[in-house]
């Protein structure tokens, strides 16, 4: 148990151009009429909050700072109280500036490739038909706690060689990193510690009996010169991998489901045109995108017209960019068949989502499993959906009512 | 009269979405890393004409041309 009293909350937002807040449960709740206001008054908002804080509203300014590594670092990845000092090899290479970026990058990409992930689809399929087993009889579920959770979760378990029944104690770093820890550093750390114990024991038992997993790439690879990795840096991208690939995917799972159950036109046609698929997971990618990154400012610049002064942090937010009506006609409406998309879900330029073919797969297959087995289903307007505060947007209880209604 | 298409990769911009591969996996390859190239010399054979256009649109780091010829 910690002994640090929990963080008081912020004070609410009464001003959102000038004092934005996206821990503020009303951006939690619904934030892209928030977001709309922000785009109306700039391209660029500021927060005093957060120790100062942009955003970029349009898409426009997202990818002006995601393809500018020279003024925006990415040494700090998300938008909290406190700037303690930053850790080397943090989680490279998301958290890489060029030069040392590329080489931590390419060292992750090549067991991420979506011949890769073709390999791994058989045992997705088989994860969620297990899971749908599990429930199905009920007649009701709580489709993000039972189903969307585990799918991710059990996919990077399967990949890093570590047991999928460990599913819960991972969910529960995330949820310390990501969530508490963006008010309590405290938190933050103590699941950096025990997943990097975790990880080390699991490197241990690697160097007398490597396996064909995701730790034994990362224990075996070398350099350009030829030297082995430093163990901070295998257990950053290993820490790295575990929480990337977990809740992102949970939340797009589990918001697809949502916009399912609440639209049965849409859950018809993709029943009937199971090909229709794959493009409708790109277009929920673009409409329910759970990602928001963070950049911190090193130089002074201007972006789309607006001064931005080092020292303040940037809330990246793609969710936001996929949301401009000037990128996307409609942008507020959900089109299952929306022909182009160039959908930032996955982020722009170096940073792009080592994961995002795994994503894609995980997303697809959950939808596909689910639909076979479970064409009909509704919101239990008994129930309360729930969505997650902070950094990665997506429903964490989605209760839903089984079958036909009656 | 058909005009005749060529697809090209800019290799400084794609960053390995791999949204071309999948819409026209005709049309592209990608290497080790997952990063896109035109599957030969790029000629779009008849009746990929579609599919060409597709995988540009859909590119978000907007590195793929469409080239008439």
Not at chain 1, 115 to 134: Q, S, V, Y
Not at chain 1, 261 to 282: F, H, N, S
Not at chain 2, 44 to 54: Q, S, T
């Amino acid at each position: 148990m910690s002994d640090v009293s929990p963080p008081a909350p912020h004070p609410p937002v009464t001003d959102w151009v000038h004092d934005f807040d996206h821990t503020d449960p009303r951006w939690t709740e619904d934030p892209f009429p928030i977001w709309e206001e922000l785009r109306a008054a700039s391209p660029i908002v500021h927060t005093e909050r957060f120790l100062g804080c942009y955003m970029p509203t349009t898409y426009e300014a997202v990818r002006e700072i995601a393809n500018d590594t020279e003024h925006f670092s990415s040494r700090r990845i998300i938008v909290r109280d406190v700037r303690p000092e930053v850790a080397r090899n943090a989680a490279p290479p998301i958290t890489s500036d060029p030069p040392v970026h590329k080489p931590a990058k390419q060292l992750l990409l090549p067991p991420f490739t979506p011949d890769a992930m073709k390999k791994l689809e058989p045992r997705m399929r088989a994860i969620c038909n297990e899971l749908i087993d599990g429930f199905i009889a009920d007649g009701k579920v709580d489709a993000a706690g039972r189903y969307a959770k585990y799918i991710p979760v059990r996919a990077i378990a399967h990949m890093l060689g570590i047991p999928e029944s460990d599913s819960d104690l991972f969910i529960n770093w995330i949820h310390m990193i990501l969530e508490l820890g963006i008010k309590d550093e405290s938190k933050l750390l103590q699941a950096v510690q025990e997943m990097s114990a975790y990880f080390r024991t699991h490197i241990e038992e690697r160097r007398s009996k490597p396996t064909d997993d995701l730790i034994s790439y990362l224990m075996n690879a070398r350099d350009k010169e030829g030297q082995p990795l430093e163990e901070s840096h295998v257990l950053g991208s290993l820490r790295l991998l575990l929480i990337a690939g977990i809740d992102t995917t949970w939340s797009a799972i589990g918001s697809s489901l949502w916009h399912l159950a609440k639209t049965p036109g849409d859950r018809e046609r993709l029943i009937a045109e199971p090909g229709l698929i794959p493009t409708a997971v790109e277009e929920l990618l673009r409409a329910y995108s759970p990602v928001t990154m963070a950049r911190e400012v090193v130089k002074e610049t201007t972006i789309s017209g607006c001064p931005v002064k080092a020292g303040n942090m940037v809330l990246l937010s793609f969710p936001a960019a996929n949301r401009d009506p000037a990128m996307f006609p409609d942008a507020d409406k959900v089109v299952i068949d929306r022909r182009e998309n160039r959908h930032a879900a996955f982020g722009l330029g170096i940073h792009r989502c080592v994961g995002s073919n795994l994503a894609r797969m995980e997303m697809q297959v959950a939808l596909e499993e689910w639909l076979k087995r479970i064409p009909d289903f509704r919101l239990d307007p008994a129930g309360t959906v729930a969505w997650s505060q902070g950094t990665v947007r997506g429903p964490r209880q989605l209760p839903f009512l089984l079958g036909k209604a009656m | 009269m058909t005009e005749r298409l060529r697809v090209h990769v800019d290799p400084d911009k794609c960053q390995g979405h791999a949204r071309c591969k999948a819409l026209a996996p005709e049309l592209f390859e990608l290497d080790e890393y997952g990063n896109a190239h035109e599957a030969g010399d790029g000629t779009v054979p008849p009746g990929l004409e579609d599919k060409a256009w597709l995988a540009k649109s859909n590119c978000p780091e907007i590195a793929i041309d469409v080239i008439e010829e």
